[in-house]
């Protein structure tokens, strides 16, 4: 079955405290995406991936990285979380690169206090 | 730059009501992709539908519509004789040529009463 894998579901962190979100596809699709959803301002870019070890910023990748060491993993990372960085975040897997349907994981709400 | 606007932040009907979601994008693109996906309370991002630039026709699955008009920029959703179960977060986007990635609008509440 294809499928978008995240862990944590749910985290409960505090300032500064690194973390990592994980993302795992099991479809060797070369495209992946975060994203994250704040009420009122939808989902937004903050990183995507074109192919293992090539990545890119989106529209919002302050305090974000990245990385993409196999094709099925990538993992979100979070140097220093801070409290503006509480929000629901989605990982998505694209078939190609061009309009294709998205594959989305279940999303992993993260609170920082 | 590509935008997506969903200018009805909720919508509140009663159970058998009509109701249209409307979704207006901006892009320079020739070739793109317009998208509905729904938000239940659970949280995850179901795909409803898919549509390329180059097909305007309209689409119907069972009491869901969508009406694409390029003339427009518009790519509105219609849920007919709606129900509970419709209740959810509402979300258009629209893809084009830039590495798989999505331009979402702000979405849209619909909350369904009995």
């Known amino acids: 079955e294809a499928q978008v894998t995240q862990n944590p579901r749910y985290l409960i962190t505090v300032t500064g405290k690194k973390l990592t979100v994980t993302c795992s596809q099991n479809?060797?699709?070369?495209?992946m995406s975060w994203y994250r959803q704040d009420p009122g301002l939808g989902l937004r870019q903050i990183y995507y991936?074109?192919?293992?070890?090539?990545?890119d910023k989106g529209d919002v990748p302050e305090g974000y990285k990245v990385s993409r060491k196999e094709k099925r993993n990538f993992p979100l990372i979070l140097e220093s979380p801070s409290p503006n960085q509480t929000s629901l975040y989605f990982c998505?897997?694209?078939?190609?690169?061009?309009?294709?349907?998205?594959?989305f994981g279940p999303g992993t709400r993260l609170t920082v206090t | 730059a590509q935008k997506v606007t969903q200018a009805q932040t909720e919508i509140s009907v009663v159970e058998k009501e009509d109701v249209t979601l409307d979704c207006v994008y901006e892009?320079?693109?020739?070739?793109?992709?317009l998208f509905w996906y729904k938000q239940p309370p659970s949280g995850e991002l179901v795909f409803l539908i898919r549509?390329?630039?180059?097909?305007?026709q309209n689409e119907i699955s069972g009491r869901y519509s969508w009406n694409f008009q390029k003339s427009t920029s518009s790519f509105n959703f219609t849920i007919t004789a709606s129900q509970v179960v419709d209740s959810a977060v509402y979300f258009c986007?629209?893809?084009?040529?830039?590495?798989?990635?999505?331009?979402f609008g702000q979405g849209t509440i619909l909350t369904v009463h009995p």
């Open positions: 998505a897997s694209i078939h190609e690169g061009q309009g294709d349907e998205q594959y």
């Open positions: 479809m060797n699709h070369e495209y």
């Open positions: 991936s074109m192919n293992v070890e090539v990545t």
């Open positions: 892009t320079r693109d020739t070739t793109y992709y």
């Open positions: 549509r390329n630039s180059f097909d305007e």
């Open positions: 986007a629209l893809g084009g040529t830039s590495y798989g990635k999505l331009t």
